[in-house]
């Protein structure tokens, strides 16, 4: 979820400078913060029809009151207005969100019900992609005129969770393609002229630990890590 | 929400000492803490059936794997064990979760959609209700036995969120009956002979602010008034 700012805060008491929140897709990390935003101040949540579908399909999401969140479907490939800037979402191999998924999911496919978002302020550009299952040409391309790219980092090696003992799932099986190897992150983003970071990292994930070899690994290639209060000049 | 522990953490990684998660209403401030809990370790969910039907009509709830995850319905004034405790729900005049109100709910019912715990451990009671819409006499009886007592502090005047512009409904319409005032809490519970510490605090409530007259007068009548990392030993 990524929530867009007003150009300046509004109201008084419980005012926020929210003007509009972006979905990315329908999994709790990218959803359950709306719930927090349920305090009858105006708002867009701006999604494919395929999140959208899947947010109005839980009744506890009507917190958030019809008749002062606007829930809004934009499609793929087509900009959209958000106060200062241009949005338009874009397609990223991924799955469903993880409670919808069938016995048999189809893990990176390119559906509305996982996407990235390109932002675009004073000319400059930045990509948002929080989950990707995989880089094809055209979302290298994608990426390849963003300034800033905020890219998926979960895990470092596909197996992590199984051999930490934290999960029975791999990476790939939860639509989160790998940061290390040949066929990972740091290799498919290599080259792109944008300055790289890695978000959504895992606490699993040996890139958090300072001077532990992955790290050194992923800074070598000219990546940063996200963390707390992060600050970003576009 | 109230978590309660197993009796030494467990596990490595990801382990909680959770093992249980007692519900006392479908509200977003009762449930959504739920969702924080999906890391595939072993842990009960209780509540009444009102409850758990209104869990379990949002799918993103299904995080909550069903294979570690059990989903227990218990019934009011039956008591039930948990590690080192023993655990019963009573009835609170109240009413359903704001996102499955229709037009003209019902305000101070006693159902299964908003209730009380009590807990017994080691011989010592204690009370919670985050959520109470008057204190009819058999709760006050069941009140009168509990060493300690965590109740509603939502709002102090029923008038309070309408005054500060934050919310365009009286206390009572939310179901909180006030703090202050002839029929609000500090008058009815007035003599119980257990530790009374308010709770659920709204951020409009001027008990917050240290050395104001409506502090001084919850003080005065003897009652506390909960803090972050507060810890109270039964």
Known sequence: MLATPALQPRGEGRGTPIAAVVLTGAEVDQTAGLLTLRERQEFAVLA???????????PIFG??????VTRRVVARDKPFA????SVE??????????YLEDENPA??????????VELVCGGRRLAYVPGAAAVPPSLRERLDRADVILFDGTLFRD????ATGTGGKSGRRMGHMPVGGADGTLAALAGLRGRRIL???NNTNPILIEESPERRQVEAAGFEIAEDGMEIVL
Chains 1, 2 share one sequence.
């Open 159 to 162: 197996d992590e969770m199984i």
């Open 107 to 116: 893990l990176a496919s390119e559906t509305g019900a996982n996407v990235g």
């Open 48 to 58: 494919t029809a395929e999140t959208h579908a899947a947010v109005a399909a839980n």
């Open 63 to 68: 917190v958030l009151a019809a008749d002062v």
């Open 89 to 98: 979402l874009f397609a990223v191999p991924g799955k469903v969100a993880l």
């Open 199 to 201: 978000i959504h990292i």
């Open 82 to 85: 958000l106060p200062g800037m």
